[in-house]
């Protein structure tokens, strides 16, 4: 069993960056691979950026590429979401995942999530 911790949210401008991390217990953490999704008001949760055990493999959704970079320490037990050029439409509670079944994008083939962190971006 894995417990994940998201922290690193807040209220940021238009245009600014912020890091999110995902601290995981359990000495399991560096053989899951591991995902961030977000959901906004009135929106389903939608994939956001993926990554796999090893951090050798990475996975965007559209919408982020160029702008977010996703990666993980195994050694700290940490996986981190970089998002620069952030923008209104980001605003959303971002949520951390590990250990999918077989597709990374698909949030329901994930076994174990945070509790959630805030990201609002003001115009």
């Known amino acids: 069993q894995v417990q994940l911790v998201e922290s690193g949210g807040g209220l940021v401008q238009a245009g600014g960056s912020l890091r999110l991390s995902c601290a995981a217990s359990?000495?399991?953490?560096?053989?899951?691979?591991m995902a961030w999704f977000r959901e906004a008001p009135g929106k389903e949760r939608e994939f956001v950026a993926a990554?796999?055990?090893?951090?050798?493999?990475?996975f965007y959704a559209d919408f982020v590429k160029g702008r977010f970079t996703i990666s993980r320490d195994n050694a700290k037990n940490t996986m981190y979401l970089q998002m620069n050029s952030l923008q209104p439409d980001d605003t959303a509670v971002y949520y951390c995942?590990?250990?999918?079944?077989?597709?990374?994008?698909?949030?329901?083939?994930?076994?174990?999530w945070g509790q959630g962190t805030q990201v609002t971006v003001s115009y």
């Open positions: 995942a590990a250990d999918p079944h077989r597709h990374w994008s698909t949030a329901g083939e994930y076994n174990h």
């Open positions: 990554i796999s055990w090893s951090g050798g493999i990475t």
């Open positions: 359990g000495r399991t953490f560096s053989t899951y691979d």
